[in-house]
């Protein structure tokens, strides 16, 4: 799970400053103000430690990606290449780690990050850091940046706290690109005595950004007949495309929610009784129409009618929505989630009911194991907000104050910033922005005046037609 995260010189970004993430994090601001761009950064880096060519420092996109951002130039602050790409994030590995040949228990992970431009438009790392804070709170700091002697062109190693590398002796050579952003180029390794522990940092890189999935703000369509081989997807897409195939995958998977501890239900059978509550149907299915075919359908019930009908005939809005609970439940466990705009295309009472699924998928327990999931997410939507806030206040433990933050993108002034919303135990935002969801009592007070206004017209018009 992500921890913090801080983000210099990205897109509309000149510098966030450090975000605290939570188990739900949100993100508030107009249109265009830059909210988007923090999970574009995140599946960018994901998808650079995932790239295949292990010498390539950054994977901005292509037609394949899941986000395509253009060149170096496209995504450093102004368009400005001389700008340097800094970002910091911190996160919990989830075991141990064999540190100097000694098993230590890694709490957290800090890791710093510079990345410049080669004068042709292609980023290159410019110095990597790392501290590590064990749970006897013990600290280890190294680093890795660009060499400056003449003889030595490449990358050094850097000593730290606790951190003393060995070198071979020998001549000095000229060292190889490092792997990605984060890693140690393979021939330095081969350069110093103790250094086998860094192939593991690598890999806890690998496994973070294997835990990020993203679901975008447009999904896709409803069809009247979906074709499931038996694959078991991870996710159910960007646009959602495989959510029927991960309830068809998931069907043996039982969950145990907050609000019932002692019943397990399937996978099915949650997503169906989410929907339920959030007013939207009375009734869910997904049906096989064709083994040899290996074809299903979508049937819905929806309220004031007990009618099974196909997905598509009904409203749009069960069909943006679905992919959203189901990938909530479906991704594995320790899985950070980052989606766009969920509560689109939903009425209020729908909205609303969806903070508190997602305060269930959070604390959900699957195979009696917590599912330990991250929210990250984009909206726009006042009643999702409030709602947490009256979880909040209604909570008597007063842990879900702890696993809920929000940040508004701050648009008056130039560069634009990002506010951390402080929420208290009684769920009251403290530093609430001025017409942060638009002009309420204004609308109000001008609704009412008008009003005054119409009345006195029509008493003055009916006084006229009486005389």
């Known amino acids: 799970m992500l921890k913090t995260l801080r983000i210099q010189n990205f897109k509309g970004w000149k510098d966030t400053g450090e975000i605290k993430l939570?188990?739900?994090?949100?993100?508030?601001?107009?249109?265009?103000?830059?909210?988007?761009?923090?999970?574009?950064?995140?599946?960018?880096?994901?998808?650079?430690?995932?790239?295949?060519?292990?010498?390539?420092?950054?994977?901005?996109?292509?037609?394949?990606?899941?986000?395509?951002?253009?060149?170096?130039?496209?995504?450093?602050?102004?368009?400005?290449?001389?700008?340097?790409?800094?970002?910091?994030?911190?996160?919990?590995?989830?075991?141990?780690?064999?540190?100097?040949?000694?098993?230590?228990?890694?709490?957290?992970?800090?890791?710093?990050?510079?990345?410049?431009?080669?004068?042709?438009?292609?980023?290159?790392?410019?110095?990597?850091?790392?501290?590590?804070?064990?749970?006897?709170?013990?600290?280890?700091?190294?680093?890795?940046?660009?060499?400056?002697?003449?003889?030595?062109?490449?990358?050094?190693?850097?000593?730290?706290?606790?951190?003393r590398f060995k070198r071979f002796k020998g001549r000095v050579w000229k060292t190889d690109a490092a792997l990605h952003f984060y890693g140690i180029p393979q021939d330095l390794l081969n350069y110093y005595q103790n250094v086998d522990f860094l192939t593991d940092i690598n890999l806890q890189q690998e496994r973070l950004f294997s835990s990020f999935f993203y679901l975008g703000p447009i999904r896709q369509a409803p069809s009247y007949l979906y074709s499931w081989s038996g694959y078991k997807p991870e996710e159910v897409g960007k646009a959602g495309k495989d959510t029927i195939a991960a309830l068809l995958a998931g069907s043996s998977r039982k969950y145990i929610l907050p609000d019932h501890p002692r019943t397990s239900k399937p996978l099915q059978l949650v997503i169906a009784e989410a929907l339920q509550r959030m007013g939207l149907i009375n009734k869910?299915?997904?049906?096989?129409?064709?083994?040899?075919?290996?074809?299903?359908?979508?049937?819905?019930?929806?309220?004031?009618?007990?009618?099974?009908?196909?997905?598509?005939d009904v409203g749009f809005g069960i069909s943006q929505i679905l992919p959203v609970i189901t990938e909530l439940f479906y991704v594995p466990q320790n899985s950070v989630i980052i989606i766009e705009q969920p509560e689109l295309h939903l009425h209020p009472k729908a909205q609303a009911e969806l903070a508190d699924i997602m305060i269930d998928a959070i604390n959900a327990k699957e195979n009696g194991q917590k599912r330990n999931i991250q929210l990250l997410i984009e909206t726009h939507s006042e009643h999702f907000l409030r709602r947490l806030m009256r979880r909040i206040a209604e909570d008597a433990s007063d842990e879900l104050n702890d696993k809920i933050s929000a940040y508004f993108v701050n648009t008056t002034k130039h560069p634009v910033s990002l506010k951390n919303l402080n929420i208290d135990l009684f769920g009251n935002i403290q530093n609430w922005p001025k017409d942060f969801f638009g002009d309420e009592m204004g609308d109000i007070s001008s609704q009412m005046a008008a009003a005054i206004k119409k009345r006195k017209l029509q008493i003055k018009t009916s006084q006229k037609g009486d005389k």
């Open 284 to 312: 869910f299915e997904v049906n096989s129409i064709s083994e040899a075919h290996q074809q299903y359908e979508v049937k819905i019930a929806t309220n004031g009618t007990g009618e099974l009908v196909n997905l598509p």
């Open 22 to 163: 939570s188990p739900i994090t949100l993100f508030f601001g107009a249109n265009s103000s830059g909210k988007s761009s923090i999970g574009q950064f995140l599946m960018m880096l994901k998808q650079t430690a995932e790239s295949t060519d292990r010498k390539r420092t950054l994977h901005t996109g292509d037609e394949e990606s899941v986000v395509n951002l253009g060149s170096f130039k496209n995504i450093t602050y102004m368009h400005d290449s001389q700008n340097e790409l800094i970002f910091e994030y911190s996160w919990s590995p989830a075991e141990k780690l064999q540190l100097f040949q000694e098993e230590k228990n890694i709490k957290e992970i800090e890791f710093h990050c510079s990345l410049g431009s080669d004068g042709k438009d292609n980023p290159i790392l410019k110095k990597f850091s790392y501290q590590l804070f064990s749970e006897d709170n013990q600290k280890i700091s190294f680093a890795l940046q660009l060499s400056e002697a003449p003889k030595n062109y490449g990358y050094d190693l850097v000593d730290g706290e606790n951190c």
